[in-house]
């Protein structure tokens, strides 16, 4: 069983030591809990893909404490991410540049850029300062599943897979850090996150380019592929409008249902689960995940979800919904 322990300064410190023995310690961030392991240590590298079931193609974001050591992982650092990284870190936020050669291709899956981030959360930075060097962390979460957000989460996932659990309570994001790709001749959003795209372009003052996964068949980036951020449960997005009448067509079905809702009115004919979250997009991200796995848990036959609008506010969370959804 792996131990979950409360992060203060003694787990800290047992959780630096594991580090520095290449073990896995899972940590939370202000997006979702990380599973980390010493970047610098190609072997230990090898063990997050193996305890997550991740394909070793798929790169990992190196988390770092500060801005100086910038340089110990990418041989070029841009303007714009210099720019980038004074407004926004620590935060949600991961640039990819162009690595160092000392960087293990583990950590890169081969490429020649690297993903870092200085994340803002109190434990995460205690634990970077305390460790000193970069921490190799996807999300906590077996390979396709549902990011963590909660410790617990994480003891779903990787019970005895892994060497520690920091508890630093919930996430206060909720999704995964917007992801921009500096390594090449213009700015590409790779992933979106809490960070808007018109906040980058309003620093960069420049327009981004949106890969995402459906013009993009060789993923960059494993969030990119559709099938990712999975339930269990067949998932499909509903349209606010037509949700009543799929509601009764699958009741007619004997179907058990759960609803994702955010604003709709249920009619007490109908028969189904609805789990709320807030009205606002970000308050929604942060309970997302949490929601997702609690619908996952109920033995429902389908779990529909009241389509939020397709502003740009919305814009990670629809990405992730649509993730969700696609797998079915
Ligand atoms: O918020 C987050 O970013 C969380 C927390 C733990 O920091 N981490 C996270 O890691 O979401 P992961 O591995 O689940 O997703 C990281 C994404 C992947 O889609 C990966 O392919 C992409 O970052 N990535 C990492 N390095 C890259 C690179 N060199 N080029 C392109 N994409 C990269
Ligand atoms: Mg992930």
């Not at 249920?266 to 796995?293: C, F, H, N």
Request: include cysteine; glycine fraction near 8%.
């Amino acid at each position: 069983m792996t131990e979950t322990v409360f992060a203060d300064d003694t787990a800290i410190a047992k959780a630096v030591e594991l580090l520095h023995q290449g073990r896995l310690v899972a940590f939370p961030t202000e997006t979702v809990y990380g599973l980390g392991t010493d970047a610098g240590n190609a072997e230990a590298v090898t063990g997050i893909f193996r305890a997550k079931g991740r394909p070793v193609d798929h790169p990992l974001i190196v988390h770092i404490a500060s801005s100086a050591q910038l340089s110990d992982w990418a041989s070029q650092v841009p303007d714009a991410a210099q720019r980038l990284a004074k407004l926004f870190w620590p935060g949600p936020l991961t640039l990819i540049l162009k690595k160092r050669p000392e960087v293990p291709d583990e950590v890169t899956g081969g490429q020649d850029t690297v993903g870092l981030r200085i994340p803002d959360n109190p434990v995460a930075l205690r634990l970077l300062r305390a460790f000193g060097g970069g921490i190799a962390a996807p999300s906590a979460n077996r390979y396709k599943r549902v990011s963590p957000t909660q410790a617990s989460h994480v003891a779903e996932e990787l019970d005895g897979l892994i060497d520690l659990i920091l508890d630093g309570g919930p996430c206060r994001v909720g999704v995964e850090s917007t992801i921009i790709d500096l390594s090449g001749a213009s700015p590409l959003l790779l992933r979106p996150g809490r960070i808007s795209k018109a906040e980058i372009e309003q620093e960069l003052q420049c327009e981004l380019t949106v890969i995402s996964a459906t013009n993009n068949d060789t993923p960059r980036a494993p969030g990119q592929m559709t099938v990712h951020y999975a339930p269990l449960t067949s998932t499909r997005l509903c349209p606010p409008e037509r949700l009543s009448e799929t509601i009764r067509q699958l009741n007619d079905q004997g179907k058990k249902i759960g609803l994702l809702a955010y604003r709709f009115e249920s009619k007490s004919s109908s028969s189904v689960t609805i789990y709320y979250l807030p009205e606002t997009a970000d308050d929604y991200a942060q309970g997302l995940y949490a929601a997702l796995r609690d619908l996952d848990r109920l033995g429902l036959d389908a779990i529909l979800v009241e389509q939020p609008p397709e502003s740009n506010e919305w814009h990670a969370v629809n990405d992730r919904l649509k993730k969700a959804a696609a797998a079915f």
